[in-house]
Structure formats: C-alpha cells, structure tokens
C-alpha cells in the first residue's frame, strides 16, 4: 500500500522545501537548482584557475548557503579539468596536525578515484595503503563492512602510531598530487567544512593546525583548497597568523539572497519535482509570505525552508486532501509554527531560558543586544548572561553577529524564535 503524499495536491512528488546541500552526485537533490552567487562563484573559480595551487576562504552566517555554493564551484572546476569529488572534509574540534594531514591525503585520494577509476602506480599505491591505515584505525574516518572505499559508517578507534602521518603523509600527498598532474588534472579541490561549529577557542587552535602544516601541505603544487565557516571562524581560523593569512585569498563573504532570488530558487525546485508534466504546479505558498520569512529569517535560507515545510506540512495534515490545493496564507502558517515552536523551544530549554526569551521578545524581537543590554534585562550577573546565550546560540534560539573590531558581541532572536515569540 502506498504512503500518502500530501505534496501531490500541488502536483510535486515531495517537499520543496528540503534543507539538504545541493551535490554533484544526487538526484534527490543536484546541482542544477543552484540559484545566484554569480560573482561570488567567478570569484572562486578564477582564484582555482589562476594560480597552481590556491587557498581560499567563504565566509557568512549558518544557513546562508555557503556549502552549497563551494560545491558548485567543485562541479565547475570537475568540468574544467581538476579533480574532485562531492565529499566534505570535516574540521573538527579535536584535530591534531597528523589528523589534519591524514584528511587531506584521504580526500585527494577519493577525488583521485572518482575522477581516475583505474588508477595505479607507486604514488596511488602508497596513498591507498596510508589511507587504508587511516580509516581502519580511526582517525576520524569510516570503513564499511564492505571494506575499505564503501562508504559505510562502523567504525574502530585505537592508537595511530605517534609521527607516522607528519612524516610521510606529506611525501605521500606531494607524490599523488603530482600523479594527478600527470594524468592530465588542472589540481585537485579539496572542501574543508564545520567551521560554524567551533568554539572560539577551538577556531584558535584549528588556526594552530592550519599554521602548522602549512609548508608541508598546504603550499602543494596542484592542491587548491576551500575552507568554510562563519565569518568570525574564518576570521580567526585563516587570518590570525600571518604565515596563515599570507597564502589565503580575502576570503569570501556571503550576503543573504535577494528575495527575488528566493523566489527563483523555489521556481526551480517547483519545476524539479512537477510530478505530472502535463499539469501545472500550484505553488503551496503565497508570495508575500516567502517574502515576510525572508525578512523574519534575516536571510537564513535554511532557516526559512525548514519554518515553510514544517508550517506547510503541518496544515496539509490537517487539512488532507482537499477538493483542491489553496495557497497557503501568512497568518496561517504564523499561527501553526508559532505554536509548533513555542512547544519546541518550551521543551528544550525549560522555564527559566524560556522566560528569558521572553523578555527579549517583549523588549523588541528584533533587538540586537549586547551582554551588557542583556545584564540589565535580565537583571542577572554577567558569568550567567554569558551562560545563557552559549545555550541559546547552541539550541538554535539565537545569533550571534560577526564581530566588529573591538566593539562587543551582538546577539539577536533567530526568525524560529521570533515565531515562536509571536
């Protein structure tokens, strides 16, 4: 028996909605409905086609499409030549500079077979035995069942040995490059991704990392690297030190998507999953209502599709299948996800968050305060304020904005908590 799909009302095999990062290699969700980014992606592409081996930055606010954006640019660049492929190496926050080594060699070793399936040779063969190693121990790499390259999740976590990867993981990585090379790669593009998800303390020392291998790695003739975070992560991360900063391009700052551009992004996901072609889709949304998310959601892309699925799914639930879709209408939507996320926030933080929330929303929902503003709202000790919002930013409930010089930090409520407070 087959599940109901209550997108079909507006003629759409599922959700277009959907959060997930566009890729090169789905068809749930491809490339193909990228929208905007136009200056930025040249930006990118001409700093990967300039140079024999390039560094660069992309830098904004969570949800804004960062990841999606350097995975465009990876497909480009996989049409002109370089290699690549569709997987994202992590940075995390307990990386040590062997860990660091060992993650670029894996995924040059992966854009190397995705790109080379019959790969051989002494550079692909050492390579293959050093990442091998790497995965089968841990390291911060999955093996399958299957066995090594299968992409499974298990994994096993011992001891690596102490130096092996700062001593030969560079030479292995120089050598495997060059073989790329020699088969006719422009370079090989690396992504490196999480950035959003460091502590400041953890982005000093991922700066650490970075200054660390610098000479060994980062500098190769052939590799071109991406790394991506949040403005204030990429900041620290890839200007703190000046051996750092000096071989990084100025890194790329996101804006939010024009409203217009939204509107476009959706078009295209509307045409992407029409499920009967011969009928026309009915949008499920009414145009001003992207428009007031937009704005509520301060550009926060993700942010604003996933308030549009759960408000839209929710009413679709409750309505069922109708004698024919209707557009679905601001207050409507407002109604259902003010209640949805109240709930949510309610159980998540308990009483005391919530109430202070609260008083943040009474004073402006769209306030943008410091500490210190928050010391005298709250009428509590700075020690607890500063508490509070690293719980808050944690659970989604609010931002924190980019630094600006010396000025203190900046919070507001997100566009979920704003509903919620509505």
């Keep these: ?83 690549t492929s569709a997987e994202i190496i992590p940075i995390t926050a307990d990386l040590t500079s062997e860990d660091l080594i060992g993650q670029l060699l894996a995924g040059a070793f992966d854009a190397v077979l995705a790109s080379c399936t ?27 069942a299957a066995g090594f390259g299968a992409g499974g999740t298990s994994t096993q976590v011992v001891s690596s040995p102490p130096g092996a990867l700062l001593l030969d993981g560079p030479r292995v990585l120089r050598d495997l490059l060059a073989f790329a090379l020699e088969q006719g790669a422009s370079g090989v593009v690396l992504h490196l ?46 200007q703190s030190h000046t051996q750092v900063r000096s071989v990084f391009s100025d890194p790329v700052v996101l804006e939010p998507l024009e409203p217009k551009e939204v509107h476009q992004l959706l078009e295209a996901r509307y045409r992407s999953l029409r ?17 007031a998310l937009h704005e509520l959601f301060r550009g926060d892309l993700r942010g604003l599709l996933k308030a549009l699925e759960d408000g839209i799914s929710a009413l ?3 309505t069922g299948d109708g004698e024919g879709p209707q557009p679905i209408d601001l207050a409507d939507l407002t109604l259902v996800l ?15 968050l919530w109430q202070r929330l609260e008083a943040w929303g009474e004073r402006d929902v769209h306030a943008v305060l410091t500490q210190a503003d928050l010391v005298r709202l709250w009428g509590i000790k700075q020690p607890s304020v500063s508490q509070t919002l690293q719980q808050l930013v944690h659970s989604g409930a609010a931002d924190v904005l980019p630094r600006r010089g010396g000025e203190p930090l900046q919070y507001l409520l997100t566009g979920a908590t704003r509903l919620a407070l509505n």
Aim: avoid cysteine; aromatic fraction near 4%; glycine fraction near 8%.
């Design 193 to 238: 991704n999480n950035l959003e998800n460091l502590s400041e303390a953890d982005a000093t020392r991922a700066a650490d990392l970075l200054r660390s291998i610098r000479d060994q790695a980062l500098l190769l003739d052939g590799l071109h690297l991406i790394v991506v975070g949040t403005t204030d992560a990429v900041r620290t991360v890839v």
């Design 316 to 318: 679709l639930g409750l």
């Design 118 to 144: 019959q790969a051989s040779g002494p550079a692909v063969e050492a390579a293959q035995q050093l990442v091998r190693t790497i995965r089968l121990r841990g390291g911060g790499f999955t093996v399958s």
């Design 275 to 291: 499920l009967e072609p011969g009928l026309p889709v009915q949008a499920p949304v009414q145009g001003e209502v992207i428009d």
């Design 338 to 352: 003010s209640r949805r996320y109240r709930l949510e926030l309610l159980d998540q933080l308990g009483t005391t």
């Design 1 to 83: 028996m087959a599940l109901p799909n209550l997108w079909r009302l507006y003629n759409l095999r599922s959700s277009p909605f959907f959060q997930a990062t566009l890729r090169q290699d789905s068809e749930a969700t491809p490339l193909s409905l990228f929208v905007g980014r136009r200056n930025e992606r040249q930006q990118l592409l001409n700093a990967i086609g300039g140079s024999r081996s390039s560094r660069q930055a992309v830098a904004g606010r969570p949800g804004i499409g960062k990841t999606t954006l350097v995975q465009v640019v990876k497909a480009d660049a996989l049409a002109a030549g370089y290699w």
